[in-house]
């Protein structure tokens, strides 16, 4: 007899406790530890009989229960009769119409299709692939192969809808089994007929399906019975039954109106016999019933209908199966208490009785109880009264928020008894628990709660309280402190205190520009961050920036809000010192001076003056260059650029007394006159101190000649003002100013001369462009303003005048689209001048405009005239191979000859076959003259002019021609010179301006030679020989910083003295500032370490290393055994606890790697006091983690699956061998027959390798074996 454990989750418990020893068997149902027999858990096969034969044995366990595999690919083959043919061109088949429509149906339906030709001429076509497939390829091949002609069948309008089917499937299914199109008229068609389209055989198939729907629904029938809603329940029985049964036994369908819907109708559909027997059944009921019953009225409480009712209505369903009576009951939301019984006159009174005793059945109980205390009754997460409802799970517990009383509601004994376990934890949270109410203003509220609630949960989790203060809509002041009573008298304790030193809280507003909010904040806050933690009893509030307000305000106790005032106060003056900002004229031809190289410049200064330098940009107008930081290095930095300047042209600063009480008046209405100063001074900029400065010095800067002029304009204008200061304002269109100014101002300067009146004109940025103000004493405005009236109006009489010019000359005033002529409307007044088209052969020129702008034109033209009548050409001979370097970047060298010489320069076409050739020898720019030498025309430039330009522009074109010298520079600096990657001296070459050309290494030379500008080479070759010797200087001390040591350490300690990727090695080296090399693998020396560096750095850093070497030679090393299950443990996440325990006890441990003979030993190494105690600790972590190890274990073995363990319930637990499963158990098994045994899975011979032959043993109960 065979015996098998089950454990349960009570014996587990108890096993896991120690409280079970016994042997745990035979405590199973005999039909739960079945173990089936052999032939059950293995039935035989069917054996196949003769055929014909016929067997009367039942089938076997087998048999039903397999059935055929069906094949997911199916083929047909259909056959198209040449009469229905669509195409049908035989002497293309294979290759028309018919393949190429095959071709587009097996790419659309993924089948697979085959034609061939019958010896009728009829198609034959077979389509493999799936059964969807193919009936889609079916039907189009049907559709598009073959003629197709058309039928209608009518039938009942009600029943399309049956043809349709549910959305739409019957009608697909029935196209695709017919493979034809069905046309059903729409629902508001009158027609019935249904038109039919395919071939003969499919329409005919179709036509057969369709009438038998319609005669199927023939034979259906639907009665529609009103019977009195009082008698549906006896119809359809209790819970449904009746009616179900009644179904089932007719057929027919029976639909009766639930309770909740007011309808008497019953509805049967089905065939007409199954309908009308059902109909007579029902109807038979309905009078018997109605004949044999009679009601009973009874009042019942509104509250406790629910319990007659029950549960989805099984009460009232109960009753009925029970007694045969009907319970009505009134609507929920009626007001009325009367329950209507219907029945049998016997039946009433048990059904009564049921009715009152569900009434009675439940009760309701209030339980008194503070409202304070609700939730502590309820408890965390409703763990309190979870545990009650768990229970009692019929129970329902009701708290009235704000109410002192909780309803229970259920069976009276479960009631009863939750009502006493309830009062048991009133009294015990009486007893232990108490409140307390505290009156604090609203507006200490928030301060109470703190950032994040961080005050007020310090306060709950110390006193172990419960504390709730109102919201703000409350507008309440009443906090209520629940808890322990100790807990909530110190918490009631402290928040007074709180609010007492919030009452003595000192608040005090700093007024901060709104601009220096954010730099006082910081990036992400992090510098106030900085300020609340130094000041963390301070609230620092700034305002919103929408508000635009400048008030910060600190809110704290009354000496750290002076401290931290002060603090800021201190900060916001740090920020209003390096916010100054000051304003640079400088020349715009300047800025790119200013900025130098690749920003060195500019770069330079900023990091120098720790200032921020802004220059305008590149297509700006304006010329100033603005400077912000502290006033001294703004200042520092302004005297620098300055200074670059001045060095760069003939700049001049002048500097004049004017009363300040003349300065708005001198600077007008938006700067209008100083501009104009300015205008009338070229290049000059005039600055005047700031507002409020008190300061009467007015600063004038630019070229010698034009400060001597804007300084006299200036003071004399400042006298005007003191004297007499009348203006008047004129309006004259823009396009007349440049005439009225005259050329460089001869015009205007002519009515200043004249009269001693200011004249301003509006800048490009003026709103009112035509408004021309006059300024200076009344009789002199008065005339100034009358002669310019004068020219006004002339200039308002437009006249045609003509003259004559050479057609040689034509050319130059329309060449350049125009450019001259565009120059002359421009400067006279938008005087138009055509000269004739080009062939015209004429010589006749007409001016159109102003009388006086006509004739200052036609005055201009002849002067041009004879500027190019006077012209001479000189050519300079300059090596072609110069040519790019006198043009310049863009050619802007060149460009500036033209502007300041009024010349042109031609260069000549470039030829490369002269590119090697060598010219004679120059010497700083100036051509060797040599009798027999001719220069190439590729060398020659060409100069045109007036003779007198031309000799200038020629000399200043020769000083662009580069010249070479040598340098000498030892060449063991060469390299140092070039730098990184060439970075060093393309650098030097950007800086000077010239190109600096070092020799091969290979020919060891000690010169550089240097190509540049007379001009550039003075600085360059100084530049040059710096830097030699700064490179002899850092020669020098590469030389003292190449003293060597080596120092000899065991290679085991070399680990150690590099660190934790590289930490101990890399702090040495930066601490000493010194290289240390450890040997490589292949080093005959391993014991080796190289240090290099300064010769007392050296020393220190070798004292250093041996320093730790001679502590690690003071450690010891010892091994621990521990179980490896607890490795992974001690070790931690991502070594997380071990590293924390090595930095505890100062030890290194190291665990043995995987595949290790000895899995379980553990090395620790440091000092032996350190060993010795982080080997206990180290135990004492294994004997805790093992208890953990060992409680998996156990538990891991009982959840394995039972077919993991002998018998079907898991292992007994008086089996304390530990030995292997015993696998799945049948009985009367064939190995357990007599002579018989069960085959070794680990022998070969029993269960072979494939393709291996072994040599037959004797047959066993398995049968013989095949190879």
């Known amino acids: 007899m065979s015996s098998v454990a089950v454990l349960t989750p009570e014996s587990f418990a108890e096993h896991r406790s120690g409280l079970k020893d016994q042997e745990m068997t035979g405590c199973v149902p005999e039909d739960e530890a079945y173990i089936p027999t052999y032939l059950e858990a293995f039935p035989p096969l069917p054996e196949k009989g003769a055929p014909g034969e016929k067997t009367g044995e039942p089938a076997s366990a087998w048999g039903g229960k397999i059935r055929p595999i069906k094949a997911s690919v199916i083929t ?269 006159p016997d039946k009433l009174g048990p059904a009564l009785t049921q009715v009152y005793a569900k009434a009675k059945s439940v009760m309701v109980v209030e339980v008194t109880a503070p409202a304070w205390l609700h939730r502590f009754i309820i408890g965390k997460k409703g763990q309190n009264i979870g545990r009650i409802t768990q229970q009692l799970p019929r129970v329902h517990i009701e708290f009235t928020d704000g109410e002192e009383r909780i309803s229970l509601e259920g069976p009276t004994a479960e009631v009863e008894q939750a009502q006493a376990q309830i009062q048991e934890i009133i009294k015990d949270l009486l007893v232990r628990m108490d409140y307390t109410e505290v009156i604090i203003d609203q507006r200490f509220h928030r301060h109470l709660i703190g950032k994040n609630g961080v005050n007020i949960n310090r306060i709950k989790e110390q006193y172990k309280v419960s504390v709730r203060i109102p919201q703000d809509s409350e507008r309440s002041g009443l906090v209520r402190i629940e808890g322990d009573p100790k807990g909530v008298q110190l918490a009631r304790r402290e928040l007074i205190e709180m609010v007492q030193r919030m009452e003595n809280e000192r608040t005090k507003d700093l007024i901060v520009e709104q601009k220096l909010h954010r730099s006082i904040i910081g990036q992400k806050g992090e510098k106030i961050k900085e300020v609340r933690d130094k000041f963390p009893e301070v609230i620092i509030n700034f305002p919103d920036p929408s508000q635009k307000s400048d008030i910060v305000q600190l809110r704290g106790p009354k000496n750290e809000v002076e401290k931290c005032g002060k603090f800021l106060q201190k900060i916001i003056a740090d920020l209003i010192e390096n916010s100054f900002s000051l304003s640079v004229p400088i020349f715009k031809q300047f800025h790119k001076n200013i900025i130098g190289k690749g920003g060195a410049n500019i770069k330079k200064i900023r990091e120098e003056t720790n200032t921020k330098i802004d220059l305008p940009t590149e297509n700006s107008n304006s010329e100033m260059i603005v400077i912000t930081g502290k006033k001294s290095n703004c200042e520092a930095a302004r005297d620098r650029i300055l200074s670059i300047q001045r060095e760069l042209a003939n700049i001049k600063e002048a500097e004049v007394a004017i009363p300040a009480r003349l300065h708005n008046s001198l600077i007008g209405s938006k700067g209008c006159l100083v501009r104009s100063i300015m205008e009338d001074c070229s290049g000059v900029h005039i600055h005047f101190p700031s507002e409020g400065s008190g300061s009467d010095k007015v600063t004038i800067r630019g070229p010698v000649g034009e400060v001597e002029k804007a300084k006299k304009q200036l003071l004399q204008l400042a006298e005007e003002k003191q004297v007499n200061n009348f203006t008047a304002e004129l309006q004259a269109k823009p396009e007349y100013h440049k005439f009225l100014i005259g050329r460089g101002g001869a015009n205007i300067r002519r009515v200043r001369d004249k009269t001693g009146a200011r004249i301003i004109f509006p800048s490009p940025d003026d709103t009112e462009q035509e408004l021309i103000t006059i300024v200076g004493k009344e009789e002199a405005v008065r005339q100034a303003q009358k002669e310019l009236e004068c020219l006004v109006k002339n200039l308002d009489d437009v006249v045609e005048d003509s003259m004559v010019v050479d057609v040689r000359h034509h050319r130059h005033f329309v060449c350049r689209r125009g450019q001259v002529l565009r120059e002359l409307a421009e400067e006279y007044g938008g005087v138009a001048v055509s000269f004739p088209r080009t ?429």
């Open 839 to 1267: 062939g015209a052969n004429s010589q006749r020129v007409t001016l159109k405009g102003a009388k006086d702008c006509a004739e200052a034109a036609k005055k201009r033209i002849q002067e041009i005239v004879e500027d190019l009548e006077s012209q001479v050409s000189v050519e300079v001979a300059i090596p072609q191979r110069y040519h790019r370097a006198i043009m310049g970047p863009k050619g802007c060298r060149i460009q500036l000859i033209t502007r300041e010489h009024e010349v042109q320069i031609k260069f000549p076409e470039r030829d490369d076959s002269l590119a090697g050739q060598e010219a004679p020898p120059q010497e700083n720019g100036d051509v060797s003259p040599e009798a027999e030498f001719v220069a190439p025309k590729c060398d020659i430039i060409t100069i045109a002019g007036r003779a007198e330009k031309c000799e200038p522009a020629k000399a200043a074109l020769l000083a662009l021609v580069p010249i070479t010298e040598d340098v000498e520079v030892s060449y063991e600096l060469h390299r140092y010179i070039i730098g990184q990657k060439g970075s060093g001296i393309r650098k030097m070459m950007e800086e000077y301006e010239v190109n600096i050309w070092v020799p091969q290494p290979e020919k060891q030379l000690d010169v550089i030679k240097v190509t540049g500008l007379v001009a550039n080479m003075v600085r360059a070759k100084q530049g040059l020989l710096d830097r030699v010797k700064e490179l002899q200087a850092e020669q020098a001390d590469r030389a003292l910083r190449s003293f060597k040591v080596i120092l000899s350490v065991d290679p085991k300690f070399h680990p150690k003295i590099i660190g934790r990727k590289g930490a101990v090695i890399s702090q040495i080296r930066k601490d000493h500032d010194v290289s240390i090399q450890f040997p490589d693998k292949g080093d005959e020396q391993q014991d080796a370490i190289v240090i290099l560096g300064y010769e007392r750095n050296v020393e220190e850093a070798s004292q250093a290393i041996q320093q730790l070497v001679a502590e690690w030679q003071e450690m010891v090393s010892r091994d621990v055994h521990l179980d490896p299950r607890t490795h992974a443990r001690i070790i931690g996440a991502r070594g997380k606890a071990i590293r924390k325990l090595m930095e505890e006890f100062k030890v290194d441990i190291r665990f043995p790697q995987p595949g290790s003979d000895e899995p379980d030993k553990v090395a620790v190494t440091g000092l032996p006091e350190a060993v010795d105690n982080a080997i206990d600790h180290l135990l004492n972590l294994e004997e805790e983690y093992m208890l953990s190890v060992t409680e998996t274990e156990t538990l891991a073995a009982y959840m394995k699956p039972p077919s993991r363990y002998g018998g079907g319930g898991g292992a007994g637990v008086d089996d304390s061998s530990g030995g292997p499963a015993k696998g799945f158990v049948v009985l009367d098994a064939p190995w357990n027959a007599a002579g018989n045994k069960a085959p070794d899975m680990s022998s070969a011979e029993d269960f072979p390798t494939f393709g291996m032959g072994v040599a037959p043993k004797q047959a066993s109960a398995w049968g013989p074996k095949k190879f």
């Open 76 to 344: 047909q083959v259909f056959h198209v009769p040449l009469e229905e043919r669509r195409y049908k061109d035989n002497s293309q088949f294979g290759e028309g119409e018919e393949a190429k429509v095959c071709l587009d149906i097996m790419q659309r339906t993924g089948a697979h299709i085959e034609l061939s030709l019958a010896k009728d001429q009829g198609l034959s076509i077979m389509v493999t692939g799936k059964l969807e497939s193919v009936m889609k390829a079916r039907k189009e091949i049907v559709a598009r192969l073959q003629t197709q002609a058309s039928a209608t069948v009518a039938i009942p309008k009600e029943h399309h809808r049956f043809v349709i089917g549910k959305n739409g499937e019957k009608l697909q299914e029935l196209e695709l089994k017919t493979a034809t199109k069905i046309a059903i008229p729409r629902p508001d068609d009158p027609s019935a007929n249904i038109r039919i389209t395919g071939t003969k055989e499919g329409i005919e198939k179709a036509r057969h399906e369709i009438l038998l729907i319609s005669a199927e629904q023939d034979k259906r029938a639907v009665e529609r019975l009103c019977l009195e809603k009082a008698f549906h329940p006896f119809i359809a029985g209790a819970h449904n039954r009746l009616v179900q049964e009644l179904s089932q036994e007719t057929g027919a369908r029976i639909s009766i109106p639930p309770p909740s819907l007011p309808r008497d109708e019953i509805v049967i559909t089905g065939e007409k016999e199954a309908v009308a027997l059902a109909l007579s059944r029902i109807r038979a009921i309905y009078d018997d019933k109605k004949r044999k019953t009679t009601t009973i009225s009874v009042e019942v409480k509104k509250s406790q209908h629910k319990y007659i009712i029950g549960p989805k209505g099984n009460t009232l369903q109960e009753i009925l199966e029970t007694t045969g009576v009907s319970v009505e009951m009134p609507p929920l939301d009626s007001g009325s208490e009367t329950i209507i019984l219907r029945g049998e």
